[in-house]
């Protein structure tokens, strides 16, 4: 049984593609998660929040000159919906300062055991690797990638054969509880920036 969270919890998504753990937390907090953001107009993940009745903020990057004033607008758009975190659940951007320094936290979840294979390709680079295990870090977000304060990890064995495909099917289901549990976690106030 998922936790309550306590009243005026309020966090918003930042997402790129299909939106898995988006769904994950829109399943269990659906009335704390009041806005999904991100660069692609195409991605999944805004189709989900539509069905859910949550906003949805696109900011296309083609319209600006520069990341900083990409970002600017982007924390803007997110900080108009009053969240007390934002979480990054597939979003494929680097984030800069003028971002980052604009929340109090920012949690992100990554598809390795950091510090092992972080930033971009983890899954086909631990195979790629022969590592016999990889996992899920659930982190804190910082300006280098992937290097935040761990919030939370679990080990996910790789087996013989395993494609990226099989790999990830093992992987979403552990991406999404340790997700959920990292909200509640940082809402209740277990874990500190």
Do not use: C, W
Not at 23 to 31: G, I, K, M, N, T
Not at 44 to 55: K, L, Q, S, T
Not at 89 to 107: D, N
Request: charged share 25%.
């Amino acid at each position: 049984m998922p936790e309550r969270l306590p009243e005026g919890s309020r966090f918003a998504v930042l997402a790129s593609g299909s939106g898995t753990n988006l769904q994950a937390l829109l399943d269990v907090y659906p009335e704390n998660l009041v806005v999904v953001a991100g660069d692609n107009k195409e991605a999944f993940a805004f189709e989900r929040a539509r069905r859910a009745g949550v906003p949805v903020e696109h900011v296309d990057p083609a319209g600006f000159v520069g990341k900083q004033n990409y970002d600017r607008e982007l924390a803007a758009r997110i900080t108009s919906h009053d969240v007390g975190l934002v979480v990054g659940a597939g979003y494929m951007r680097i984030l800069s300062p003028v971002f980052l320094e604009r929340f109090a936290a920012i949690l992100n979840v990554h598809p390795s055991l950091l510090p092992e294979f972080r930033g971009l390709r983890a899954v086909e680079r631990a195979l790629e690797a022969g590592s016999d295990e990889t996992g899920v870090t659930v982190h804190f977000m910082v300006e280098e990638v992937d290097a935040g304060p761990i919030v939370a990890q679990e080990r996910v064995p790789i087996l013989a054969g395993d494609t990226k495909e099989a790999l990830l099917e093992r992987l979403h289901p552990v991406e999404h509880r340790l997700l959920v549990r990292a909200v509640a976690d940082y809402f209740l106030g277990r874990v500190e920036v």
